[in-house]
């Protein structure tokens, strides 16, 4: 028979568990720099918050470093832009399976003035004229979804940004797009950079949009589970709780909701076959 004083304990423990076991009702995102620097998170998490109770904690890293904290399990989901790098991700056991969200695009921007003469709609065109001019530019140098997207682009263009044609004008900075979008702004140099970061970024000093609208520089943001049986801690149902509010009707229209100066960053396409 329990004494009065044994469930005096047992009701003691149970209280003191009962903080930790509400704590516990969080996940860790890691995710691209561009969903946190745009503002993104800021307006879609607390909803989410508010419709499931689960507390989001945000890590956010280039691409490249958000997928490797995945594959180290010190996330329970990523949330990123660089498909062949999501697909390898999971391809590899490191993630369960990859879910489109949305997508917005590139931007090249630079002076105002344009000393390159890199501006119209077409950014090999306009990558050419950097290098042909010599004109600054800043590059993330981080391995991020966006330097990821550079590197692509400078060798679509024919350009060995690593190699041979590499100059002092070319300047890695390893920093995230806010970064890279100061310091073009403090040197009055190109770079390249998300729309939605863009948007919601204050210090533009002299830098406009000098080449948008390429099919080229379309943004595609896909988020994944770290997978629960290469880390048991992984918090398999509340991260995937994210996952399926995310891409449900109400976790997109929060997505499309989202605007600054009435301007819509990302538009969700989680329906949309091979996204």
């Known amino acids: 028979m329990l004494t009065r004083r044994t469930l005096v304990i047992v009701a003691a423990a149970v209280l003191a568990a009962a903080p930790a076991l509400a704590q516990d009702k969080s996940i860790v995102v890691a995710s691209t720099t561009?969903?946190?620097?745009?503002?993104?998170?800021?307006?879609?998490?607390?909803l989410f918050k508010a419709k499931t109770g689960i507390d989001t904690k945000v890590v956010s890293q280039g691409t490249g470093q958000a997928l490797d904290t995945g594959r180290r399990g010190d996330a329970d989901v990523v949330f990123v832009h660089a498909r062949p790098q999501e697909e390898k991700f999971v391809a590899d056991g490191s993630g369960v399976?990859?879910?489109?969200?949305?997508y917005n695009d590139f931007i090249l921007v630079g002076p105002k003035s344009d000393p390159a003469g890199a501006r119209g709609?077409?950014?090999?065109?306009?990558?050419?004229?950097?290098?042909?001019?010599?004109?600054?530019?800043?590059?993330?140098?981080?391995?991020?979804?966006?330097?990821?997207?550079?590197?692509?682009?400078?060798?679509?263009?024919?350009?060995?940004?690593?190699?041979?044609?590499?100059?002092?004008?070319?300047?890695?900075?390893?920093?995230g797009m806010g970064g890279a979008l100061n310091t073009a702004s403090a040197s009055n140099a190109y770079t390249l950079a998300d729309r939605g970061t863009w948007l919601s970024f204050k210090n533009r000093g002299d830098l406009a949009i000098v080449v948008e609208g390429d099919n080229k520089l379309f943004n595609q943001y896909g988020v994944i589970l770290v997978n629960p049986a290469k880390h048991a801690h992984v918090k398999k149902e509340l991260g995937q709780a994210f996952i399926d509010w995310l891409v449900s009707p109400e976790g997109q229209n929060a997505v499309a909701d989202y605007k600054i100066n009435g301007e819509?960053?990302?538009?969700?396409?989680?329906?949309?076959?091979g996204a």
């Open 34 to 46: 561009s969903t946190q620097d745009s503002g993104l998170f800021g307006h879609i998490l607390p």
């Open 97 to 102: 399976k990859r879910y489109p969200v949305m």
């Open 121 to 175: 709609k077409d950014i090999v065109a306009g990558l050419i004229a950097i290098k042909a001019t010599a004109a600054p530019f800043i590059s993330r140098g981080d391995k991020s979804g966006t330097h990821a997207a550079e590197l692509a682009l400078w060798k679509t263009a024919g350009i060995d940004i690593a190699g041979a044609d590499k100059g002092p004008w070319y300047k890695e900075i390893g920093q």
């Open 264 to 273: 819509q960053l990302f538009f969700p396409n989680a329906t949309v076959p």
